[in-house]
């Protein structure tokens, strides 16, 4: 069975630019998570979703992050008109109910110019 | 104060040693999770437990949960357990599995 499969594992992007971050859940895990990662800080919520329905945003910055996990296809997570404070490891979990463990993903790192 | 507290930032062993990570948290939890985030690579689950105690090969975690605190203990530390490990918390009021994070414990076992 493959596991939480992100991509992609890096990205780079100028400021302004959109940076698209995908999410593929476990084989049979309808609940998606996202968290980022700070350069030398600890792990934040950001949003969870079950399919097609934002459950819980209260992690998302107000502006310029948006979220959505389709019928079909992977979750993505949408940053519009990146800045150099974006800059940080997103990761994406999955789990198949609301009270399961997690499982994660290997992360994408992204990079602002 | 954060929610999640751990204990040591940091903490370096020699090959064989018995290692105690330590994690207390001010909510109260429905569980608590121990993960293991390897450099530059992804986050693994090791542990989620609401009461008791876990046993996964070499590694163990307590919970005392009317003193709000965790235990992970390594037994035989190797190199290859060279890690960050991470206590989190699933607050009850979350509703669901919704993690606040300790800041890491930085872990390094040489040979």
């Not at chain 1, 800045?83 to 993903?105: I, L, T």
């Not at chain 2, 437990?49 to 190797?78: F, P």
């Not at chain 2, 300790?102 to 872990?107: E, K, M, Q, S, V």
Request: overall charge positive.
């Amino acid at each position: 069975n493959a596991g939480v499969m992100q991509n992609p594992r890096h990205l780079v992007r100028r400021r302004g630019q959109e940076a698209r971050l995908r999410c593929s859940p476990m084989k049979g895990h309808s609940h998606v998570y996202w968290y980022r990662q700070l350069p030398e800080e600890g792990l934040k919520f950001m949003v969870y979703l079950q399919k097609e329905n934002i459950i819980d945003e209260s992690g998302m910055p107000k502006e310029r992050f948006s979220a959505e996990f389709p019928k079909e296809g992977p979750s993505i997570l949408r940053i519009q008109q990146v800045v150099r404070g974006d800059s940080a490891a997103y990761f994406c979990a999955s789990s198949s109910n609301r009270d399961q463990p997690q499982h994660f993903g290997d992360g994408t790192r992204l990079s602002i110019l | 104060k954060n929610e999640v507290e751990q204990s040591p930032q940091n903490l370096t062993a020699q090959e064989g040693e018995f290692i105690t990570i330590n994690c207390s948290y001010s909510v109260g939890i429905s569980a608590l999770h121990w993960l293991q985030q390897h450099p530059g690579g992804g986050i693994v689950s090791l542990f989620m437990l609401s009461s008791g105690k876990k046993k996964h090969g070499r590694l163990i975690a307590t919970i005392n949960i009317q003193e709000k605190h965790s235990s992970l203990h390594i037994t035989a530390s190797h190199p290859r357990d060279s890690a960050v490990y991470i206590c989190a918390v699933s607050p009850i009021s979350g509703g669901y599995n919704k993690l606040i994070f300790g800041a890491g414990t930085r872990l390094a076992v040489h040979p």
